[in-house]
């Protein structure tokens, strides 16, 4: 049959399958066909897997058959290019690893596997999650669906871009200072970032162990939900994996927020703030209030401008020593026109790594560095408890804060990439709850000239169903989330 595709959701998607209206094969070829279509002019994919997409969806067919389907069983999704997927191709968007093909999956992987879902391929992403453009990929830059000569955020850029232009139905990105809520802001679609050691991180590939996160790129709350699902919980093979109960997070979706306490931190609305995105930000806090939600308005967390500095010297020192085994040895590129080893090493961290990978090397090495570790890494370890503790003392009188997911909207391609110090910026907003480990949501929240601007809700550690439910209240209330881009 013919499908009528029009940017389904999961549950949309389920309910379909179920009804036995469509078939997974079916479904698959339609956003296969999509994608195809679509890919000159959007560029999100890194590969395209519809061998084993075709063959994935006739597996859901037989389960949806046998009556053992699961809400994401036959379902199409995108993998962001820095998590393990065996034997296909998993990039880092980074010349060092054109050629790497993983001998495992990634636990988030394995999940959506036993659920039955359907791989369509990797997206493209800013070179081993390094930038908040797309624009660092080796391979090509991805363009906002919503205007292609437009950035789509980053650093998971293809993912957020692929759903925004219905390319598959859902997508998983990692979050390390925003990748996965900037880009959703940028793309007006709905991305979650869990706390930190909620989701397994074993077989992402690592930037900066203490920030990662993986999390889901979707349509709606619902979506976020029924994804949150199915790839939370704790993982022995992650040693940063936190071992508590994992609840069914659709069981908190309704709309009744009614005396829940939100508070809205001043320092978010920073020097340089576009106009437009501080007024779209405050009517949608205005819709909450409406709602039934005490807002207070002038919260302080008088430490949240110091965040930018601290991610910059922690991820870049991380970075640095989780890089350090890309040496052309035993995977990867390899340069070989050399006379020694070490001379075949530099060589090929020179012409494998792009420039802003090698720029955070070497200042992940240089903090690093005797003589200076005291005076950067240590402080900057400092301060960031001092970060996660103001946030501790908001969440005593506060259920959840509300924030500008970007202080601008989605910039022009080429505008920002010669001023890494701008283009950080983009993360102003973001940064901190990576640095506290804290799950926060962006929501599309209006438009400025068609352009995107997302609600970012951040929550207490653990408190995934409290954001969720914010969302969900203000996504029943509005259609921000509805509107889709004409591509």
């Given amino acids: ?40 002019e959007v560029h999100a994919l890194v590969s395209l897997t519809d061998e084993l997409a075709l063959e994935q969806a006739k597996k859901a067919d037989e389960l949806i058959a046998s009556g053992d389907s699961q809400p994401l069983t036959g379902i199409p999704v995108l993998i962001k290019d820095n998590m393990c997927t065996k034997g296909v191709l998993t990039t880092c968007s980074s010349r ?49 669906p919503w205007d292609l000569g437009r950035v789509p955020g ?56 203490s920030l990662d996160q993986i999390g889901p790129l979707t349509q709606d709350v619902t979506d976020c939900a029924l994804v949150l699902n199915a790839i939370a919980g704790y993982d022995s093979r992650d040693s940063t994996s936190v071992p508590r109960p994992t609840p069914d997070y659709t069981k908190c979706l309704n709309s009744d927020i009614k005396g ?18 501080a007024a779209t930000i405050k009517a ?38 989780n890089l350090a085994r890309y040496d052309g040895v035993k995977y990867g590129f390899s340069y070989k026109d050399t006379d020694s080893m070490w001379q075949a090493m530099e060589k090929t961290r020179q012409h494998g790594f792009g420039a802003e990978v090698k720029r955070r090397i070497m200042l992940g090495t240089y903090a690093l560095s005797a003589g200076y570790y005291d005076a950067w890494y240590r402080k900057a370890q400092k301060v960031r408890t001092i970060i996660r503790q103001e946030f501790d003392k908001a969440f005593e009188k506060y259920d959840a804060l509300l924030t500008p997911t970007s202080p601008t909207v989605p910039f022009k391609i080429g505008e920002k990439v010669d001023d890494p110090f701008q283009m950080y910026l983009s993360d102003v907003c973001t940064i901190p709850v990576n640095i506290a480990g804290l799950p926060a949501i962006s929501i599309p929240a209006g438009f400025s000239d068609g ?37």
């Avoid at 549950?11 to 070829?29: F, G, N, P, Q």
């Avoid at 636990?107 to 797309?134: H, Q, R």
């Avoid at 997508?171 to 007006?188: H, K, V, Y």
Wanted: net charge negative; glycine share 8%; charged share 20%.
């Fill in 1 to 40: 049959m013919t499908i009528n595709h029009d940017h389904l959701t999961i549950d949309e998607a389920h309910r379909l399958l179920k009804a036995k209206e469509i078939s997974s094969v079916e479904l698959t070829k339609s956003y296969l066909e999509r994608s195809q279509r679509l890919e000159p």
């Fill in 96 to 144: 060092i690893l054109e050629n790497f093909v993983p001998p495992y999956d990634a636990t988030v992987v394995e999940k959506l596997n036993a659920c039955g879902a359907v791989i369509m391929g990797k997206a493209n992403m800013d070179e081993f999650a390094m930038g908040s453009s797309t624009e660092n990929s080796a391979l090509f830059t991805t363009s906002n």
């Fill in 154 to 209: 980053g650093s998971s850029g293809g993912s957020a871009a692929a759903v925004a232009a219905g390319e598959a139905v859902y997508a998983l990105g990692s979050d390390t200072g925003g990748s996965i809520r900037q880009p959703a802001g940028f793309c007006s679609v709905t991305g979650l970032k869990p706390t930190y050691g909620r989701v397994s991180r074993y077989g992402l590939v690592a930037f900066a162990s």
């Fill in 260 to 277: 829940l306490r939100l508070g809205v931190p001043k320092e978010y609305f920073v020097t340089g703030i576009q106009a437009e995105v």
């Fill in 284 to 321: 949608a806090i205005g819709k909450l209030e409406e709602l039934g939600a005490e807002i207070e308005w002038e919260v302080s967390l008088p430490h949240t401008p110091c965040a930018l500095a601290v991610y910059y010297i922690i991820a870049p020192s991380e970075a640095s020593a």
């Fill in 451 to 487: 352009l995107p601007i997302g609600l970012q809700i951040i929550g207490k550690p653990f408190a995934e169903e409290t954001i969720l439910k914010i969302a969900y209240a203000y996504q029943q209330a509005t259609d921000w989330h509805k509107r889709k881009p004409e591509i």
